[in-house]
Structure formats: C-alpha cells, structure tokens
C-alpha cells in the first residue's frame, strides 16, 4: 500500500471484532511505528500493550470518566446529539477492542523551580516529548491500518491518569494517549478537511 493511500485511508475505530491480533501482530506494528523521529533522538516513550484482566480493569477507570467527557462533548457538538451518545458509548468499553496501547514520557509537571528560565527549559523539555511521542503514535495508527488493523487515538483517558497507572503500577510517567487496537468491525466514512488551514508566506 502506497503511502499517501496510507494516510488517506485510516479512519479512527470505535468498533472492533472479539478475536484479538496475535502477539507477533502487534509487536511488528510497534517495532516499525518506533523509528518515529523524536527530539534529539530522545526517544522519550514508553509503551505499555495492556490486554485480558488488565485491560478490563483499565477500561473500566476510563468508563468512571464519561462525566467529564460529557461536559466537553456537550460544549463541541451541542448541535449533533448523536455525536455525543456515540463517544460516550465508546469510552464505555473502548469499542470491545481486544487490546490498548498506551504511550508515556517521562513526568515534568512535578518540577518546581525558582527561576523563570529554569521553568521554561522543563516545559520546552516536556513538548518536545510530547510532540515525540504523538509522531510515535501516528506511526502505530499509520501501520496498524495498512496490516489490516483498526486503531482509536485518545486522549480522553488522561482524566483516569491517576487511577490507570494504579493499576498498571505506572509512576513517573505523564499518560500522552491510549489507542485501542484489533481488527476492525466498521467502515466510517471519510470525514473532510478543513481548507483553511495552509497558510503561504512569500510565495
């Protein structure tokens, strides 16, 4: 598959297939997703693949969440309540998908410093590993779609940090995304792009 039919081809799944991706699957898909760029070669990820009674248990700190994705769903789409029923239902069992990838870099927010500079380099430090690990989860979407998987990027979990990292014995770890993964049981429709948003200076 080209990659441009890559790109153009992957749709975010909220509904999977009970028979769960082998193992093998998966860990291709993540050795060729983790040659993603990252600031000066950092690599500042870690990724935890969750499935059977750990998954449940994780799933089940994200369903508590759904009040405050509900506020945030009502502000965005109070004209499609459907949207709204739709996501809620999601973060109620993740679409049953079989297995969850979750993406960390390390923790910054417990810094505390005096001086303004210092402040400055630990959150310069904290978006490059930010932005390092979403070009890692981009990748696991990109190649789980062309090997014939569907993926879920989230960040909504992020509410349930504390209580997700309880359970998977997670510390000194910021929680970037969870992604469900398996075998896809929808086909959505392509949604289309914004066509304001190249800006050309100096052409």
């Given at each position: 598959?080209?990659?441009?039919?890559?790109?153009?081809?992957?749709?975010?799944?909220?509904?999977?297939?009970?028979?769960?991706?082998?193992?093998?699957?998966?860990?291709?898909?993540?050795?060729?997703?983790?040659?993603?760029?990252?600031?000066?070669?950092?690599?500042?990820?870690?990724?935890?693949?969750?499935?059977?009674?750990k998954r449940?248990?994780?799933?089940?700190?994200?369903?508590?969440?759904?009040?405050?994705?509900?506020?945030?769903?009502?502000?965005?789409?109070?004209?499609?309540?459907?949207?709204?029923?739709?996501?809620?239902?999601?973060?109620?069992?993740?679409?049953?998908?079989?297995?969850?990838?979750?993406?960390?870099?390390?923790?910054?927010?417990?810094?505390?410093?005096?001086?303004?500079?210092?402040?400055?380099?630990?959150?310069?430090?904290?978006?490059?590993?930010?932005?390092?690990?979403?070009?890692?989860?981009?990748?696991?979407?990109?190649?789980?779609?062309?090997?014939?998987?569907?993926t879920c990027?989230?960040?909504?979990?992020?509410?349930?940090?504390?209580?997700?990292?309880?359970?998977?014995?997670?510390?000194?770890?910021?929680?970037?995304?969870?992604?469900?993964?398996?075998?896809?049981?929808q086909q959505?429709?392509?949604?289309?792009?914004?066509?304001?948003?190249?800006?050309?200076?100096?052409?």
């Amino acid at each position: 598959m080209q990659l441009t039919t890559v790109l153009k081809g992957r749709r975010s799944i909220r509904r999977f297939k009970e028979k769960q991706p082998s193992q093998k699957m998966i860990q291709k898909i993540l050795e060729h997703a983790l040659w993603a760029p990252s600031n000066v070669n950092q690599q500042p990820w870690d990724v935890y693949v969750v499935t059977g009674g750990k998954r449940l248990q994780v799933v089940e700190r994200i369903k508590n969440i759904k009040r405050h994705i509900k506020t945030e769903l009502d502000k965005e789409f109070y004209s499609n309540p459907k949207i709204i029923r739709l996501t809620l239902n999601f973060f109620e069992n993740l679409g049953n998908a079989p297995v969850i990838i979750l993406v960390y870099i390390p923790d910054f927010r417990q810094n505390v410093c005096c001086l303004d500079s210092e402040k400055k380099l630990i959150e310069l430090s904290r978006i490059g590993c930010i932005q390092s690990a979403s070009a890692l989860i981009q990748n696991i979407c990109l190649v789980a779609h062309q090997e014939g998987l569907g993926t879920c990027w989230m960040t909504g979990p992020a509410w349930a940090e504390q209580e997700i990292n309880n359970v998977l014995g997670i510390e000194d770890r910021e929680l970037v995304a969870v992604i469900p993964i398996g075998i896809p049981d929808q086909q959505p429709p392509a949604p289309p792009r914004k066509s304001d948003k190249l800006h050309w200076i100096g052409f």
